[in-house]
């Protein structure tokens, strides 16, 4: 057995829907401007621009549910909901029609965002880690299997703070469907069991306060609700659900 000089980090995982065992997470990949609308609200033309990703450590990853602590060094607090999608198979250079046999299931997830330190990162030509990279920045609900629920290519995605509409899109939307994210993915790194997807959101992403209940979800996939609490997570809470 091997032995480390610290204590061992907790496994980051996911519930799974019906089942007591749970899903082990190794990385967290995010497609940027992935719905035409968004990227248009975001200033950029979505008829030029190919995928582009970028990473949430594991541990970000929380249950969408109960409270969600207001992060620090922000005054511009924003959600994205988005499909997640679980790598069950790895692989590099994934042809888009063989996709699908990779995925081990999907759920939808929120892709919180301090904004005003990544307005600040794109004007300074630096990375988006502090923006989007932060503890507790990427909740979820638990997966649904591949064997129950399929492929979804479509299905309304939305979510509502304090029952106010704020995001309403269709999966079908994306500019690059699933099959085309997984492959391309694959060609820059070499996908393993465990890897999220996070596929991108739809346009009316805006900011959140301390007490705000934001809920959501994606027909046929799964449903979230949490609250925005006013304490800031601390390091002592860091693996905490």
Not at 13 to 21: M, Y
Not at 140 to 147: C, F, G, M, Q, Y
Not at 166 to 176: E, F, H, N, V
Request: aromatic share 8%; glycine share 10%; proline share 10%.
């Amino acid at each position: 057995m091997t032995e480390y000089v610290i204590a061992q980090p907790a496994q980051p995982s996911l519930a799974i829907v019906g089942e007591d065992a749970r899903f082990p997470v190794r990385r967290i990949f995010c497609v940027g401007r992935n719905y035409a609308d968004h990227a248009r609200e975001m200033g950029h033309d979505p008829d030029r621009e190919p995928p582009f990703f970028f990473s949430k450590p594991h541990d970000a990853l929380i249950p969408a549910e109960g409270e969600v602590p207001y992060p620090s060094l922000t005054r511009d607090f924003h959600f994205e909901v988005e499909l997640v999608v679980a790598i069950g198979i790895g692989g590099c250079d994934i042809a888009p029609a063989d996709a699908q046999s990779h995925i081990w299931g999907y759920t939808v997830g929120v892709d919180l965002t301090r904004r005003d330190l990544q307005a600040d990162a794109k004007k300074s030509g630096r990375p988006w880690d502090w923006a989007k990279g932060f503890d507790k920045s990427a909740p979820a609900s638990p997966l649904l299997p591949v064997s129950k629920i399929g492929h979804p290519e479509s299905g309304s995605i939305w979510l509502d703070v304090n029952g106010e509409p704020r995001q309403r899109g269709d999966l079908a939307d994306q500019i690059w469907p699933v099959k085309d994210i997984i492959s391309y993915l694959s060609r820059a790194v070499a996908l393993q069991p465990g890897d999220l997807i996070f596929t991108g959101t739809p346009a009316g992403v805006g900011a959140l306060q301390p007490g705000d209940v934001v809920t959501g979800g994606i027909e046929g996939i799964n449903t979230f609700s949490f609250t925005i609490a006013s304490t800031p997570r601390t390091p002592a809470t860091i693996n905490e659900k």
